[in-house]
């Protein structure tokens, strides 16, 4: 018994009609707070990336009150801003046949027919806004020589819709969030508080009240209240330890929401991306991306002789195996993400890893069109390898990069307790099973700039709630939960880094909840990990004390997180025995090894409750309605 | 490979460098994952392990900072410290660790700093003022590509503090000037042009940075490359701030 | 106009150097070619001596060189006092960039503030002159270059403002706002020391007698 099935949910906010007028018609009939009152109304944000720092900008803007806090020492330094390949946009500035009804189709069928039509549509509704505002905001967006905006095309998609600002896409935007952050901190509508980390919800009478922070240089936990409560905290890929995530992305925040009655929905949709820098070692930290767009010129081989030990340079063209080429002759080496992924995994492993040759295109196209197309990235590649990549061929492997999965949230981002609105990679999303690239910034833009503000004033409105302090129950008691995790923690004084529990940890999660799911790898994964959990109690070593900065302190919690929400993302796999996306189930596939979806028993969503550490959680199912984009089956050999 | 490490470590008001010898390092190691072998020494050794700010380990996020052997992110150009691998140290070396030091970068820990006054001279101007939801549409104003490219370039910056931390006059005035000039070359930016060079120069002045006296140490510790000319133009805004009438 | 306001900023001080530098720089590139005339003889050099004070051309340029070099040096001291408390020391620095004549604007200039002193206590009142005679400039100057300890010192001060000049020059342009090469810097320091180290050597080695 892994998990119980309870009472089917549904997302009460969402208008019905026609779905290209669903946001207007949402945005009118929610209430709003007039600007007199807004000053009495206040907001807090947890997380500074693209979702966060521009939801509590425009938070700011608007008149409310609102505190913002992250992990790091300054807002700019969140997680978006590693993005690199671009944000979409249905601008149709290239004449070339896009739309909001396109790009709503081609996301609803990238995310394998796993998401909300009407959730997708407002996204592509948005797009359009997200553009104009960060050129507004001065986001140097790559522009050509009549000086209007360049795009390019990403994986997915027939047009040119990607905007991007070189290789550092999410890094302009950020900024851009970040500078809009700033100003409303300097006109005292948004009161920021850097390394602070949110170690728990306050719930009281049922609302979201505030949260309970741990001051990361003070060591000083403390209580925060607001009428609202809004999480931004990115993607949980860091489960699998080795991710191209950043070393701090963890999932405390959305799992204590969870552990408070937040729904957990489709925990196991992670996607893993193909080219990646594989590891060099035991000291391996973090895995690092080489974006997508090297697969238009290079070819993927590895030697026919598993065990062949000779550089790759002195193996003949005969004895290579072109295997994407092979096996896929129609897409070749552009098969999608996951598909490429997968068969990398099948035919070698994290050691050897496979080559992205591109000897063929320096011969046809000449070094310098190589360099000119791919220069950085193959700087960037010999910076951390050593190795050139105009002599030799890159290395790569795939890694984990995003996570699909989230709190469950309704069309206004409300989570299932009242007050707690979930936004970016950090809810369940609008990408269904898998995530097209280039969309993961469009949606934390378009959650922070305008869905959020759009429709919390309908939540506001009935504010105030009535007073709360530290005094009462509720708080006294969240207070001391987590006052009395971290005494434990470091009361334990075991003889494991948390270091070393994180690896286990990860490499249990990368074999079998990785990019290939089978009955029996999860059945021990659920066996395996609450032992891991509770060895993890008893001998992890946690030095100094809680008093005063102690970054181990802050990796031990989050690990400690991370336990938790490793068993549930493998009850989900478990539970869902058909292939999507970036879920790939042995059992489920096609003759010819393809991902099988099985839309009569699967076309739903997965929203987990919490019942208890090691109890068998909930599940409640939304059912997903597709009445625009009439699901199909995927085929790219 | 074998490296002797002397690491800058502080608790409270002061410091010392402690002395660490690590044998069988790995070429292929960046040099923070070489500080994670060392913690983990440390801690199952039952000490503490040297703290140090870092995350995204890409080069982008600017957390990581630190002094090795007297340069700013290592000996590496256009690299951080989180991107710099140990091929670049000869088999016993010693290497010096310190962290960023600067009036206006307190130690917090270890190698830790606080460089919070980058923010306070963000918010001290460096934005552009326009509400969500207030924007034409992103054609409405065409923009060279070489203002789009210069602006580009200088936004680059990624606030890391090296070039505080190689200045022998502690100055920010290359932080600051990335800013203004990515945001002064572009059209978007031009309303709030002087009052941002003047407001920013002011946050950055009183934060307790130094003068700039154009040295040049900052950018050639910079990872970005963020060039000299960057404070030419904030120069040249900030003269015209203060010689035409004030707009406030 | 907001002087007070710009003077304020660190960036403000360093334009009241620039413009003073740019003044004493005048100066000196004047002095220079004035020495230059010690070559036509002393008729010459001593002519263009009185001509100089028979114009009135002496006391407005002291005056104005006394400002320059006041505020000059109240704007460095203010700004080294600032960067000294704003920089951090280390155990182990090494400088990766900076030129020798960067890191030597502030002892430089003190260097040239103490020969300043010297030289008018030689050449313009006379007390440290061999010959010291008012009006008899190039008896002076010929005199003084018989010894090589003067010529010694007054080439270390020469090069002194060189290397000064070569950085401020280029920094100069920089904190007004423009932005050029730094060749420039050295073109215009080299042509100083050429011009004023001419003298001495001349002297010395008995071209100039
Ligand atoms: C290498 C890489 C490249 C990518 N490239 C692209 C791309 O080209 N295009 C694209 O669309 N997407 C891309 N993505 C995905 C995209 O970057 C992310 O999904 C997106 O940026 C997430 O934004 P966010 O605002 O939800 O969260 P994040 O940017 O991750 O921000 C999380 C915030 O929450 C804070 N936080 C977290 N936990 C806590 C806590 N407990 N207490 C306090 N604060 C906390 C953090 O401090 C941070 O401020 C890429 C991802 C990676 C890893
Ligand atoms: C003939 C005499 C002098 C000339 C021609 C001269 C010229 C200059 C110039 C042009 C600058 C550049 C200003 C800028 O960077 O914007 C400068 C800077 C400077 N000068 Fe002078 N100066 C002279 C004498 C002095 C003296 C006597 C002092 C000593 C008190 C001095 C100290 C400095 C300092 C500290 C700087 C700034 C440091 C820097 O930019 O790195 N100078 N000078
Ligand atoms: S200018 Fe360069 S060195 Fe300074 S903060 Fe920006 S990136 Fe770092
Ligand atoms: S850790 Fe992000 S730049 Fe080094």
């Known amino acids: 018994m892994y998990f119980t099935e309870g009472s089917p949910i549904a997302d009460q906010r969402v208008p019905a009609g026609p779905i290209e007028t669903r946001w207007d018609r949402r945005r009118f009939s929610a209430r709003l707070v007039n600007p007199a009152n807004r000053r009495n109304r206040s907001v807090i944000v947890v997380g500074t990336g693209l979702a966060g720092g ?72 948005v797009s359009v806004e997200i553009i104009d505002q960060c ?17 390019r095309s990403f994986g997915g998609a027939q047009v040119s819709r990607t905007f991007y600002a070189r290789g550092q896409t999410g890094q302009q935007l950020l ?32 609302r979201a009240r505030g949260i309970v922070v741990r ?78 767009s090297l697969r238009n010129d290079g070819r993927v081989w590895v030697p026919r002789d598993r065990n062949d030990t000779r550089a790759p340079n002195d193996i003949p063209e005969a004895d290579r195996d072109y295997f994407l080429e092979r096996m896929y002759p129609a897409f070749g080496n552009l098969v999608p993400r996951d598909i490429a992924s997968r068969a990398a995994k099948n035919i070698s492993d994290e050691k050897r890893g496979v080559y992205l040759d591109f000897a063929d295109a320096i011969a046809r196209l000449g070094a310098l069109a190589v360099e000119q197309r791919y220069g950085n990235l193959f700087e960037m590649y010999q910076r951390i390898t ?78 105030p709630f009535g007073p709360v302090d530290d005094s009462h129950p509720m708080v006294a008691d969240t207070v001391s939960e987590v006052r009395g995790r971290v005494k434990t923690l470091l009361a334990v004084d075991g003889d494991r880094t948390v270091e070393s529990f994180h690896r286990e940890l990860g490499r ?45 302190l802050e990796k031990a919690g989050r690990v400690a997180d991370f336990f938790e929400l490793a068993e549930l993302m493998c009850v989900d796999a478990l539970h869902r025995r058909e292939s999507c996306g970036g879920h790939f189930r042995s059992e489920s596939q096609t003759e010819d090894g393809e991902a099988l979806r099985d839309d009569a028993n699967f076309s739903y969503v997965a929203a987990w409750e919490y019942t208890g550490v090691g109890r068998p959680p909930v599940l409640h199912k939304e059912e997903l309605v597709f009445e625009h984009v009439t699901p199909s089956t995927r085929s790219y050999a | 490979m074998k490296l002797t490490l002397r690491i800058w470590r502080q608790s409270g008001a002061t410091g010392r460098l402690v002395e660490y010898v690590l044998d069988d390092l790995s070429p292929d190691m960046s040099f923070l994952e070489m500080l994670d072998v060392l913690n983990e020494r440390l801690i199952t050794e039952g000490q503490e392990p040297v703290a140090f700010d870092h995350d995204c380990r890409e080069g982008i996020c600017g957390m990581c900072g630190l002094m090795i052997n007297g340069m700013a992110h290592g000996p590496e150009k256009a690299t951080t410290a989180c991107q710099l691998h140990l091929r670049h140290f000869r088999d016993g070396d010693v290497v010096t660790v310190e962290p960023w030091r600067a009036e206006p970068f307190p130690v917090v820990r270890d190698l830790v700093v606080d460089r919070s006054a980058f923010d306070r001279i963000v918010a001290a101007g460096g934005y552009v003022s326009v509400p969500a939801g207030s924007a034409p549409d992103a054609h409405a104003t065409p923009v060279p590509k070489p203002d789009a490219d210069t602006a580009f370039e200088a936004a680059a910056c990624i606030g890391c503090g090296a070039c505080v931390a190689a200045c022998p006059n ?10 203004a000039t990515h945001l002064g070359v572009l059209p978007q930016g031009q309303p709030e042009r002087y009052s941002r060079a003047r407001d920013m120069v002011a946050e950055h002045d009183a934060s307790g940075f130094g003068g700039c006296t154009n040295t040049g140490e900052c950018t050639s510790a910079c990872p970005k490359g963020i060039p000299l000319t960057t404070i030419a133009r904030l120069n040249a805004d900030l003269l015209r701030a203060h010689t035409t009438r004030s707009d406030r | 106009m907001d002087t007070i306001g710009l003077y304020r900023t660190t960036v403000g001080k360093k334009v009241v150097m620039a413009v003073t530098g740019a003044g004493l720089l005048l100066y000196v590139v004047v002095h220079m070619l004035g020495n230059l005339t010690v070559f036509s003889g002393p008729d010459a050099i001593n002519g263009y001596g009185h001509w100089l004070r028979e114009i009135g051309a002496v006391w407005p340029t002291r005056v104005a060189l006394l400002a320059c070099v006041t505020l000059h040096f109240v704007a460095a001291y203010q700004l080294t006092a600032k960067a000294r408390k704003a920089r951090g020391r280390y155990e182990h620095r090494r400088r990766v960039q900076g030129s020798y004549a960067a890191r030597t604007m502030r002892w430089g200039g003190v260097i040239i503030a103490l020969f300043v002193v010297y030289h008018l206590l030689d050449l313009t009142v006379g007390w440290l002159n061999p010959n010291g005679i008012p009006g008899e400039i190039h008896a002076n100057v010929v005199a003084d270059f018989q010894h090589w300890y003067v010529v010694l010192a007054y080439a270390i001060a020469v090069l002194a403002l060189g290397f000064h000049i070569r950085h401020g020059v280029w920094s100069a342009i920089q904190t007004l706002g423009v932005t050029t090469s730094r060749v420039i810097g050295l073109g215009v320091a080299v042509a100083i020391c050429a011009g004023f180290l001419s003298v001495p050597f001349a002297v010395f080695t008995g071209l100039v007698s």
């Open chain 1, 175 to 206: 900024l851009g969030a970040y500078q809009a952050l700033e100003r409303q901190v300097a006109a005292g509508r948004v009161e920021m508080h850097p390394r602070t980390e949110m170690l728990d919800l306050i719930v009281v009478d049922g």
């Open chain 1, 508 to 552: 249990l999660m990368w074999d079998e909840c990785g990019m290939e799911r089978d009955e029996a790898g999860l059945r021990k994964a659920l066996e395996r990990i609450p032992e891991l959990r509770e060895e993890f109690w008893q001998r992890v070593k946690v030095p100094g004390t809680g008093e005063r900065l102690n970054q181990e």
């Open chain 1, 215 to 292: 001051d990361l240089v003070s060591g000083a936990v403390s209580t925060h209240f607001a009428d609202a409560v809004v999480l931004a905290t990115g993607g949980y890929g860091n489960v699998f330890h080795l991710s191209t995530n950043a070393k701090g992305c963890n999932a405390t925040a959305i799992w204590r929401a969870h552990r408070r009655g937040a729904l957990f929905a489709n925990p196991c949709f992670t996607q893993i991306h193909p080219t990646c820098i594989p590891i060099s070692g035991d000291h391996q930290s973090k895995l690092t991306l080489m974006s997508e």
């Open chain 2, 170 to 179: 502690g100055s920010a005035m290359l932080f600051t000037a990335a800013k």
């Open chain 1, 54 to 125: 521009s939801a509590a900008a425009t938070l700011g803007e608007l008149g409310y009150q609102v505190k913002s806090f992250c992990y790091q020492d300054s807002p700019r330094r969140a997680h978006s801003i590693a993005a690199q390949g671009g944000i979409n946009a249905a601008k149709n500035y290239r004449n070339d046949g896009d739309s909001v009804h396109r790009l709503f189709y081609d996301t609803v069928k990238g995310g394998d027919f796993r998401s909300r039509e009407s959730n997708v549509h407002r996204l592509a509704q």
């Open chain 1, 386 to 463: 050593g190795d050139d990549p105009y002599r030799t061929p890159m290395r790569i492997y795939p890694a984990v990069h995003y996570t699909m999965g989230g709190l469950w949230v309704d069309y206004d981002l409300r989570s299932t307790i009242p007050g707690l609105f979930v936004i970016g990679e950090a809810n369940f999303s609008d990408h269904g099973a898998n995530r097209l690239g280039a969309s993961a910034l469009m949606q934390g833009l378009a959650d922070g700039y305008f869905v959020l503000p759009g429709v919390i004033g309908d939540y506001l409105a009935d504010a």
């Open chain 1, 135 to 151: 050129v507004a905001q001065g986001v140097p967006f790559a522009r050509e020589y009549g000086g209007l905006l360049d795009t």
